[in-house]
C-alpha cells in the first residue's frame, strides 16, 4: 500500500508556531497553477509505512548475497562510527587548511595505503563511482598524449569481456572502441591483440581477474604489447577482491587504475550511493590528475597537479566515503587485506566446487573471487533460464547472482559469495541452488511462476524499463 493511499484529509503532524511575518506570494506567473497532493498521515503511521517497507527489501544484512561483479560484503559498523564523527560531517569544503589538517591527513594516509596496495605513485579520491573513475582515467590517457603532440591516438582497445562501463567511459571520453575478442578460456587472445594495436592505440582497458574470474596469466606480455606501440594501460580495479595485497596492478603493467571503494573497500553500495572511484598513477600521468593532491609531511596543503585536466566533481569527491575505506585498511592492516583475499577466493571455489557435477561451470579451471554458470543446456532441456533459477533462488531466501553477465557466457548467473560469508551460509546456500536445479528438471513450470513468496511476484521487466510508471497516479 502507497502512502497516498493512507492518506486522511486533515491528518498530519506538523506542528509549526503560527506565521508572525507578513505572507509574501511568489508572482503569479511562478505559482503552481495544481494543487499540490501530499499525503496527510500521522508520524506514527508514517514511521510504521517505512519500516514495513524497509522489511520488505532484502540487503546484506538480511542474508547471502552473492552477486557477482559487484562485492556485496559486510560493512564493519566501525566504518559507519568513524564516518559519523562530526569531526568529519561537521567541516566546510571552503574552510582554511589549517583548520583541516586531521580530514587532509584521512586522504593522505588512503592515498598511501591504496597507492601500496596497487602499485601507483599518486591518486585522486574525487571521481564518485567506477565508471566516474574510468573516465577520468581516459581523460589522464589523453592528455598525455596531447601533451607530447601525439594527436593520432584514438583508439582504446577493450576486450569482449570487459565491463560495459568501459567502452561507454572510453567513448564518452572521445575514443573510439576497438573489440578484441576472448580465447575459449576467457583470457585475451594475444594474436588478435597484435593485430590491432598500432600508431593509433591510445590505450587498452582491461580488468583482471577478468569479468569472467579467471587471472589472465598472460597479463606481463598482453601490457607489454601496448607499452611497445605507445599505448598506456588501463586498469579496471573495481572489483580488487581477489588480489588486493597479494598482486598489483602497478607491477603487472598497468599505468592508470580505478577503484570502486564501494565494493573492495567497504561502504555499503546499492540504491544509489555514495561511491567513491580513486584513480591512481604512475608518475608520468600524475601531473594531469585532476582537482588538488594532498603535499607535506608536518603541516598539509592541497595543491593542484601541473597540468591538471581540472575537476571532475565538486571538492574532495565523497570524502565520507574515503574515511570508511581509511577504516577498513586500518582495521585490517597489513596481514589482514592479503587475508581477506585469500578468503574471498577460497570461498569461490568452494562453493564453484560443490555446484559444478550439477551446474555447468563456463569455465572448469580455478577460479578467483567469483564464477561463472551457464544456463544454456538446461534451458535447451526444459525451458528454465538463468531468470527463472535466479527467481526460484528468492523464494528461497537468497538474492540472486548476477544473471546475463558476462555477455560472452549465454544464459550466464555469476556468483560471488565475498570472502565474509562463513561456510555454514555457503553450504545453505549450495543446498538451496541444488534444490533449485532439481526443481527445474522434475517442475519446471513451477520455476517459470517464481517468485511467489515475495511482495510483488513475477514482474514484466521488459514493460518496466519501456514505460515505468514512477509517480503515484491521483
Ligand atoms: C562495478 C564495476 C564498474 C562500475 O562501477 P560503478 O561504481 O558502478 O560506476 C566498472 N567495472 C567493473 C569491472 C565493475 O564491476
Known sequence: MLVFEKSKEGRGFSSLPAC??????PKEEYRRGLELHLPEISENDLSRHYTELAKKSYGVNDGFYPLGSCTMKYNPKINEDMAGLPQFTEIHPLQPESTIQGCLEVIQKAEEYLCEITGMNRMTMQPAAGAHGEFTGLLLIKAYHESRGDHKRTK???PDSAHGTNPASATMAGYSVVSVPSMEDGCVDLEKLRAVVGEDTAGLMLTNPNTVGLFDKNILEITDIIHECGGVNYYDGANLNAVMGIVRPGDMGFDVIHLNLHKTFSTPHGGGGPGSGPVGCKEFLAEFLPSVLVEGTEKLTLKKPEHSIGEVKSFYGNFLVVVRALTYLMTLGKE???EASQNAVLNANYMMNKLKDIYPMAYDEVCMHEFVMSMEEL?????????DIAKGLVDNGIHPPTMYFPLIVHEALM?????TESKETMDKAIKVFRKIYNFAITAPDSLHQAPVTTPVTRLDEVEAARNPVLRYQF
Open 415 to 419: 556468483v560471488e559469495p565475498t570472502e
Open 336 to 338: 589482514g587485506i592479503p
Open 20 to 25: 508572525d511575518v507578513p505572507e509574501v506570494l
Open 156 to 158: 582504446i582497445i577493450v
Open 379 to 387: 534451458k535447451k532441456g526444459t525451458g528454465v533460464s538463468a531468470l
